[in-house]
């Protein structure tokens, strides 16, 4: 299904797209540049999420090493003659 709409582009943005469109498929190009356009946000924001997600798994691994640092060392030195 399709919708009509009405949009408003400047006349620089309008004179590229028709420079690179097929002739009478502005809707097309239009349709082609905004699935682009979400599925590099998305990409964008996934890899934004999984940075987030890594350090702090990163620091929380950190901060687990810290604690169990001590009675590693401690132990360590038990099982040394």
Not at 4 to 33: C, H, Q, V, Y
């Amino acid at each position: 299904m399709h919708r009509r709409i009405n949009i408003t582009l400047p006349e620089k943005t309008l004179k590229l797209m028709d420079r690179i469109s097929k002739k009478g498929d502005r809707s097309g190009f239009i349709d082609e540049a905004i699935k682009r356009y979400i599925r590099e946000v998305g990409r964008e924001k996934i890899r934004k999420e999984l940075k987030a997600a890594y350090l702090e798994g990163a620091e929380r691994e950190r901060q687990l090493a810290e604690e169990w640092f001590f009675l590693e060392e401690e132990a360590w030195q038990k099982k040394r003659p």
